[in-house]
């Protein structure tokens, strides 16, 4: 064990914050997509590594692949939106899809 | 089953029938009638088993049948009630059980039964018959079943339940208990025809004028129970008890306690029995169905008065030294003493059949009571008795004699003619000869007819007591009342059968069903036959061939044993010569009356009952109406206390309105309009800032939120 469990968690970290950036800073919606896919990808590092480092029961590992099936479930539903986005409105930029707005 | 469980169930089979009749078999005539008779037959045979086992006991005064049960905790201890049958009880359920059963059989004719049902016939009215067609193709007119069959049936089944109550109760209160369940059904079976208005009237004014003694005998009862701390029979009539009650006064009239007590229970007679000058709901009575009649003029309602003051004998005269009448006894004796003359007087000038039988049932009531005035106790159960044999006879008798006429009437189409008058009658009897010959019994039984018949024997023995203890005023008065009674039973004897018929209708007057005739021939047999238990053993010839069981038996009930009185030959003579006399002179001045003009004893005062229907509307109804009226609904109600509350309700129109006006409009309304207003005026201003439409805007604004909470969170509460 010479690795220890606060490198994976900055590592998880840092690639939750790129996520949460490329959310929040991209236009595209399909980019959008990505980063929330990258996020998802950040909390399982931290599941997994938990469960090396914890008490070894299974669980971190069955969330882990939880979070697989909502994650790719999440993208066909994202996809199949955008898709539909842009065959009503030809362009998938987040700000052009201001229908919310009061 | 012992003596004492048999005893607690007689009184239940005609209550049972009362329920089923009118929760299951209402709708079918032949099965409520059955429960009813069959409930009926149950209780007679109870009575009867009951009455055979206490005649077989020696001492049978000393040893009687009793057995009670805790009911109502009281204090430490428990109010009892329970079953007593002594001697009077025993003798009672005798003559009670025999006329229930006859009156319920009879019953079943006099509403037709079998017969068609009308043809317009409604419930609440009597029958007016049915018109059927012969084979021959003719038309007749008959008379058609009751409407309300199955309920009569069940109100008697109640009516019978109240009076075994009565009569096998040990204590007061349930006693009071069936004497009230009686005046319920009085007023019910009086309404019975309740579409006619004579009959509510009618029914109203029997429940109120009963009512008026109730209140008093209640009174009586409040006083015993707080006097002595309990209402059994046994125990209120033990020596020590009486005496204690004897010697303690009262503050009214200088009465002892017993004196007031018996006065008050007294009372409560005088509304049952319908004595003077509560007298007037009886003849109105009349109104009800027949067999009611019999059943509350004969067999047991008033029977039920004359009864509880039996029962209570030795309280009433718990202060009488054999010296004087006390005070009480003096005013039992005088209300009875003229109670009997003065409705007799009425008797002779009524024309309607069943009236003349409603005042010599006030009458020979007043009998019984005169002689429990004057100490004659075993005279007035005996008269008791006979006179309910005798009266439900001729009640029942008469109701045969209007059902033959209504036949006639019905027959002949003219509805003109009333089937009760006597003076539309006459010559009777060759077309009801059953009829004839029970209602001769029962009327010679009425007017004490020498040896044959059971009234005169005990008629004879209340004047041989009143006599023989010196009671002058009564005596004479008794011995006129039964001059009058002979008189006007001769009177009805003669207008009705005798002669030719004086209608059409009477022409066509048909003897009546079985079911009617048998429980007549039965109750003639006990007006005769009973009288022979009675018989005083010095009697001239005939005295001790039976010997006078019913003294023996009856006086037993009391303490000390009342001695057998010496013959004497003068209340003898006397009770001969009233009762020929009386029935010669009737049959010598009616035998050739043919209408109501030639009647020469019609007088106004005596046909107007001494107006004292008038008096009373003008005393008391008149009044009672104004008092409603004018001072309690218009005064008190409308005025005061609508008043008041019209008042509280304007004050707190008033309050609200202001409270209104001045606070929740203003104040209430105006911040909750400041607090709207306000949020619309933050969204309109907030919205085009926050409500970008913008998706990752949102999240931004989601994550600086999520920061916030967590620095906070941070800093503060970890």
Redo the contacts between chains.
Sequence with gaps: MSIPLSWYLILSAALFCIGLFGVLARKNAVAILLGIELMLNAVNINLVAFWRYGTGEITGQVFAIIVFAVASAEVAVGLALIISVYRRRSTVIADDLDLMKW | MTTESTIWLIPLPPLLAFFLIILFTNKNKVLSHSVAIGAAALSWLGGMLVFIRAIQVEHFGKEVFASSVNWLPVGDSWFKIGVLVDPLSAITLFFVAWTILMIFIYSVGYQNFGKPKGDHDQAGLPPHGATITDEHGHKHTVPSIEPMYSRFFALLGLFAFGMYTLVVSDNLLTMFVGWEIMGLCSYLLIGFWYGKKSARNAAIKAFMTTRVGDVFMLLGISFLYSATGTLSFREILSADVLSALASASTPIFGLSAAGLIGLLLFIGTVGKSAQWPLHVWLPDAMEGPTPVSAMIHAATMVSAGVYAIIRMFPLITADFTGHGLTTTMSVIAFIGAFTAIFAATIAVAQNDIKRVLAYSTISQLGFMVASVGIGAYVAAIFHLVTHAFFKALLFLGSGSVIHGMEHGVLHTGDHSVDPQDMFNMGGLRKKMPITFWTFLIGGFALSGFPLLTAGFWSKDEILADAFSHSHWAVFITLAVAAFLTAFYTMRQITLTFLGKPRTKSAEHAQETHWTMTLPLVVLAIFAIGFGWVGIPEEFPFIGGIIPNWLHEFVGGTLAHHPEALPFNIWPLLTSLTVALGGLVIGWLVYRNVTSAEEDKLQFKLLKNKYYFDEIYDFLFVKPAYWFAETFAYKFIDQTIIDGFLNRIGGFAMAVGTAFRKYFDAPVVNGFGDLVGEGSKRIGKFL??VI??????YY??AS?SVAVIVAVIYYFTLA
Aim: hydrophobic share 45%; net charge positive.
């Design positions: 919205a085009p409500q970008r439409g913008r998706v990752q999240m931004l994550l």
